[in-house]
């Protein structure tokens, strides 16, 4: 494994980890809106195909920031749908 990969591996993991903390907790205890588990968890299957598919796809679209990008573009369709 490359350092380089551990770095992009643990950006990623910890944008998601903070995007999916930060949807929980504006959903519950700011927006006052009852969500199921399963939507508030939402933002982690980013980081599921991220493990299983990002080496399939081409060098410049494999990048960090498109990844953390799309984490949170799926935390704010979570925060619409918990309204």
Request: net charge negative.
């Amino acid at each position: 494994m490359d350092l380089d990969d551990a770095q992009a591996d643990l950006t990623v993991a910890a944008a998601v980890a903070g995007c999916t903390i930060m949807v929980a907790l504006l959903v519950e205890y700011v927006l006052a809106a009852e969500a199921s588990t399963v939507l508030l968890l939402a933002p982690l299957s980013v980081y599921f195909v991220y493990l299983f598919g990002h080496r399939q796809l081409p060098e410049g679209l494999d990048q960090p920031r498109l990844w953390i990008g799309l984490t949170g573009l799926v935390g704010m369709v979570v925060i619409f749908l918990a309204v």
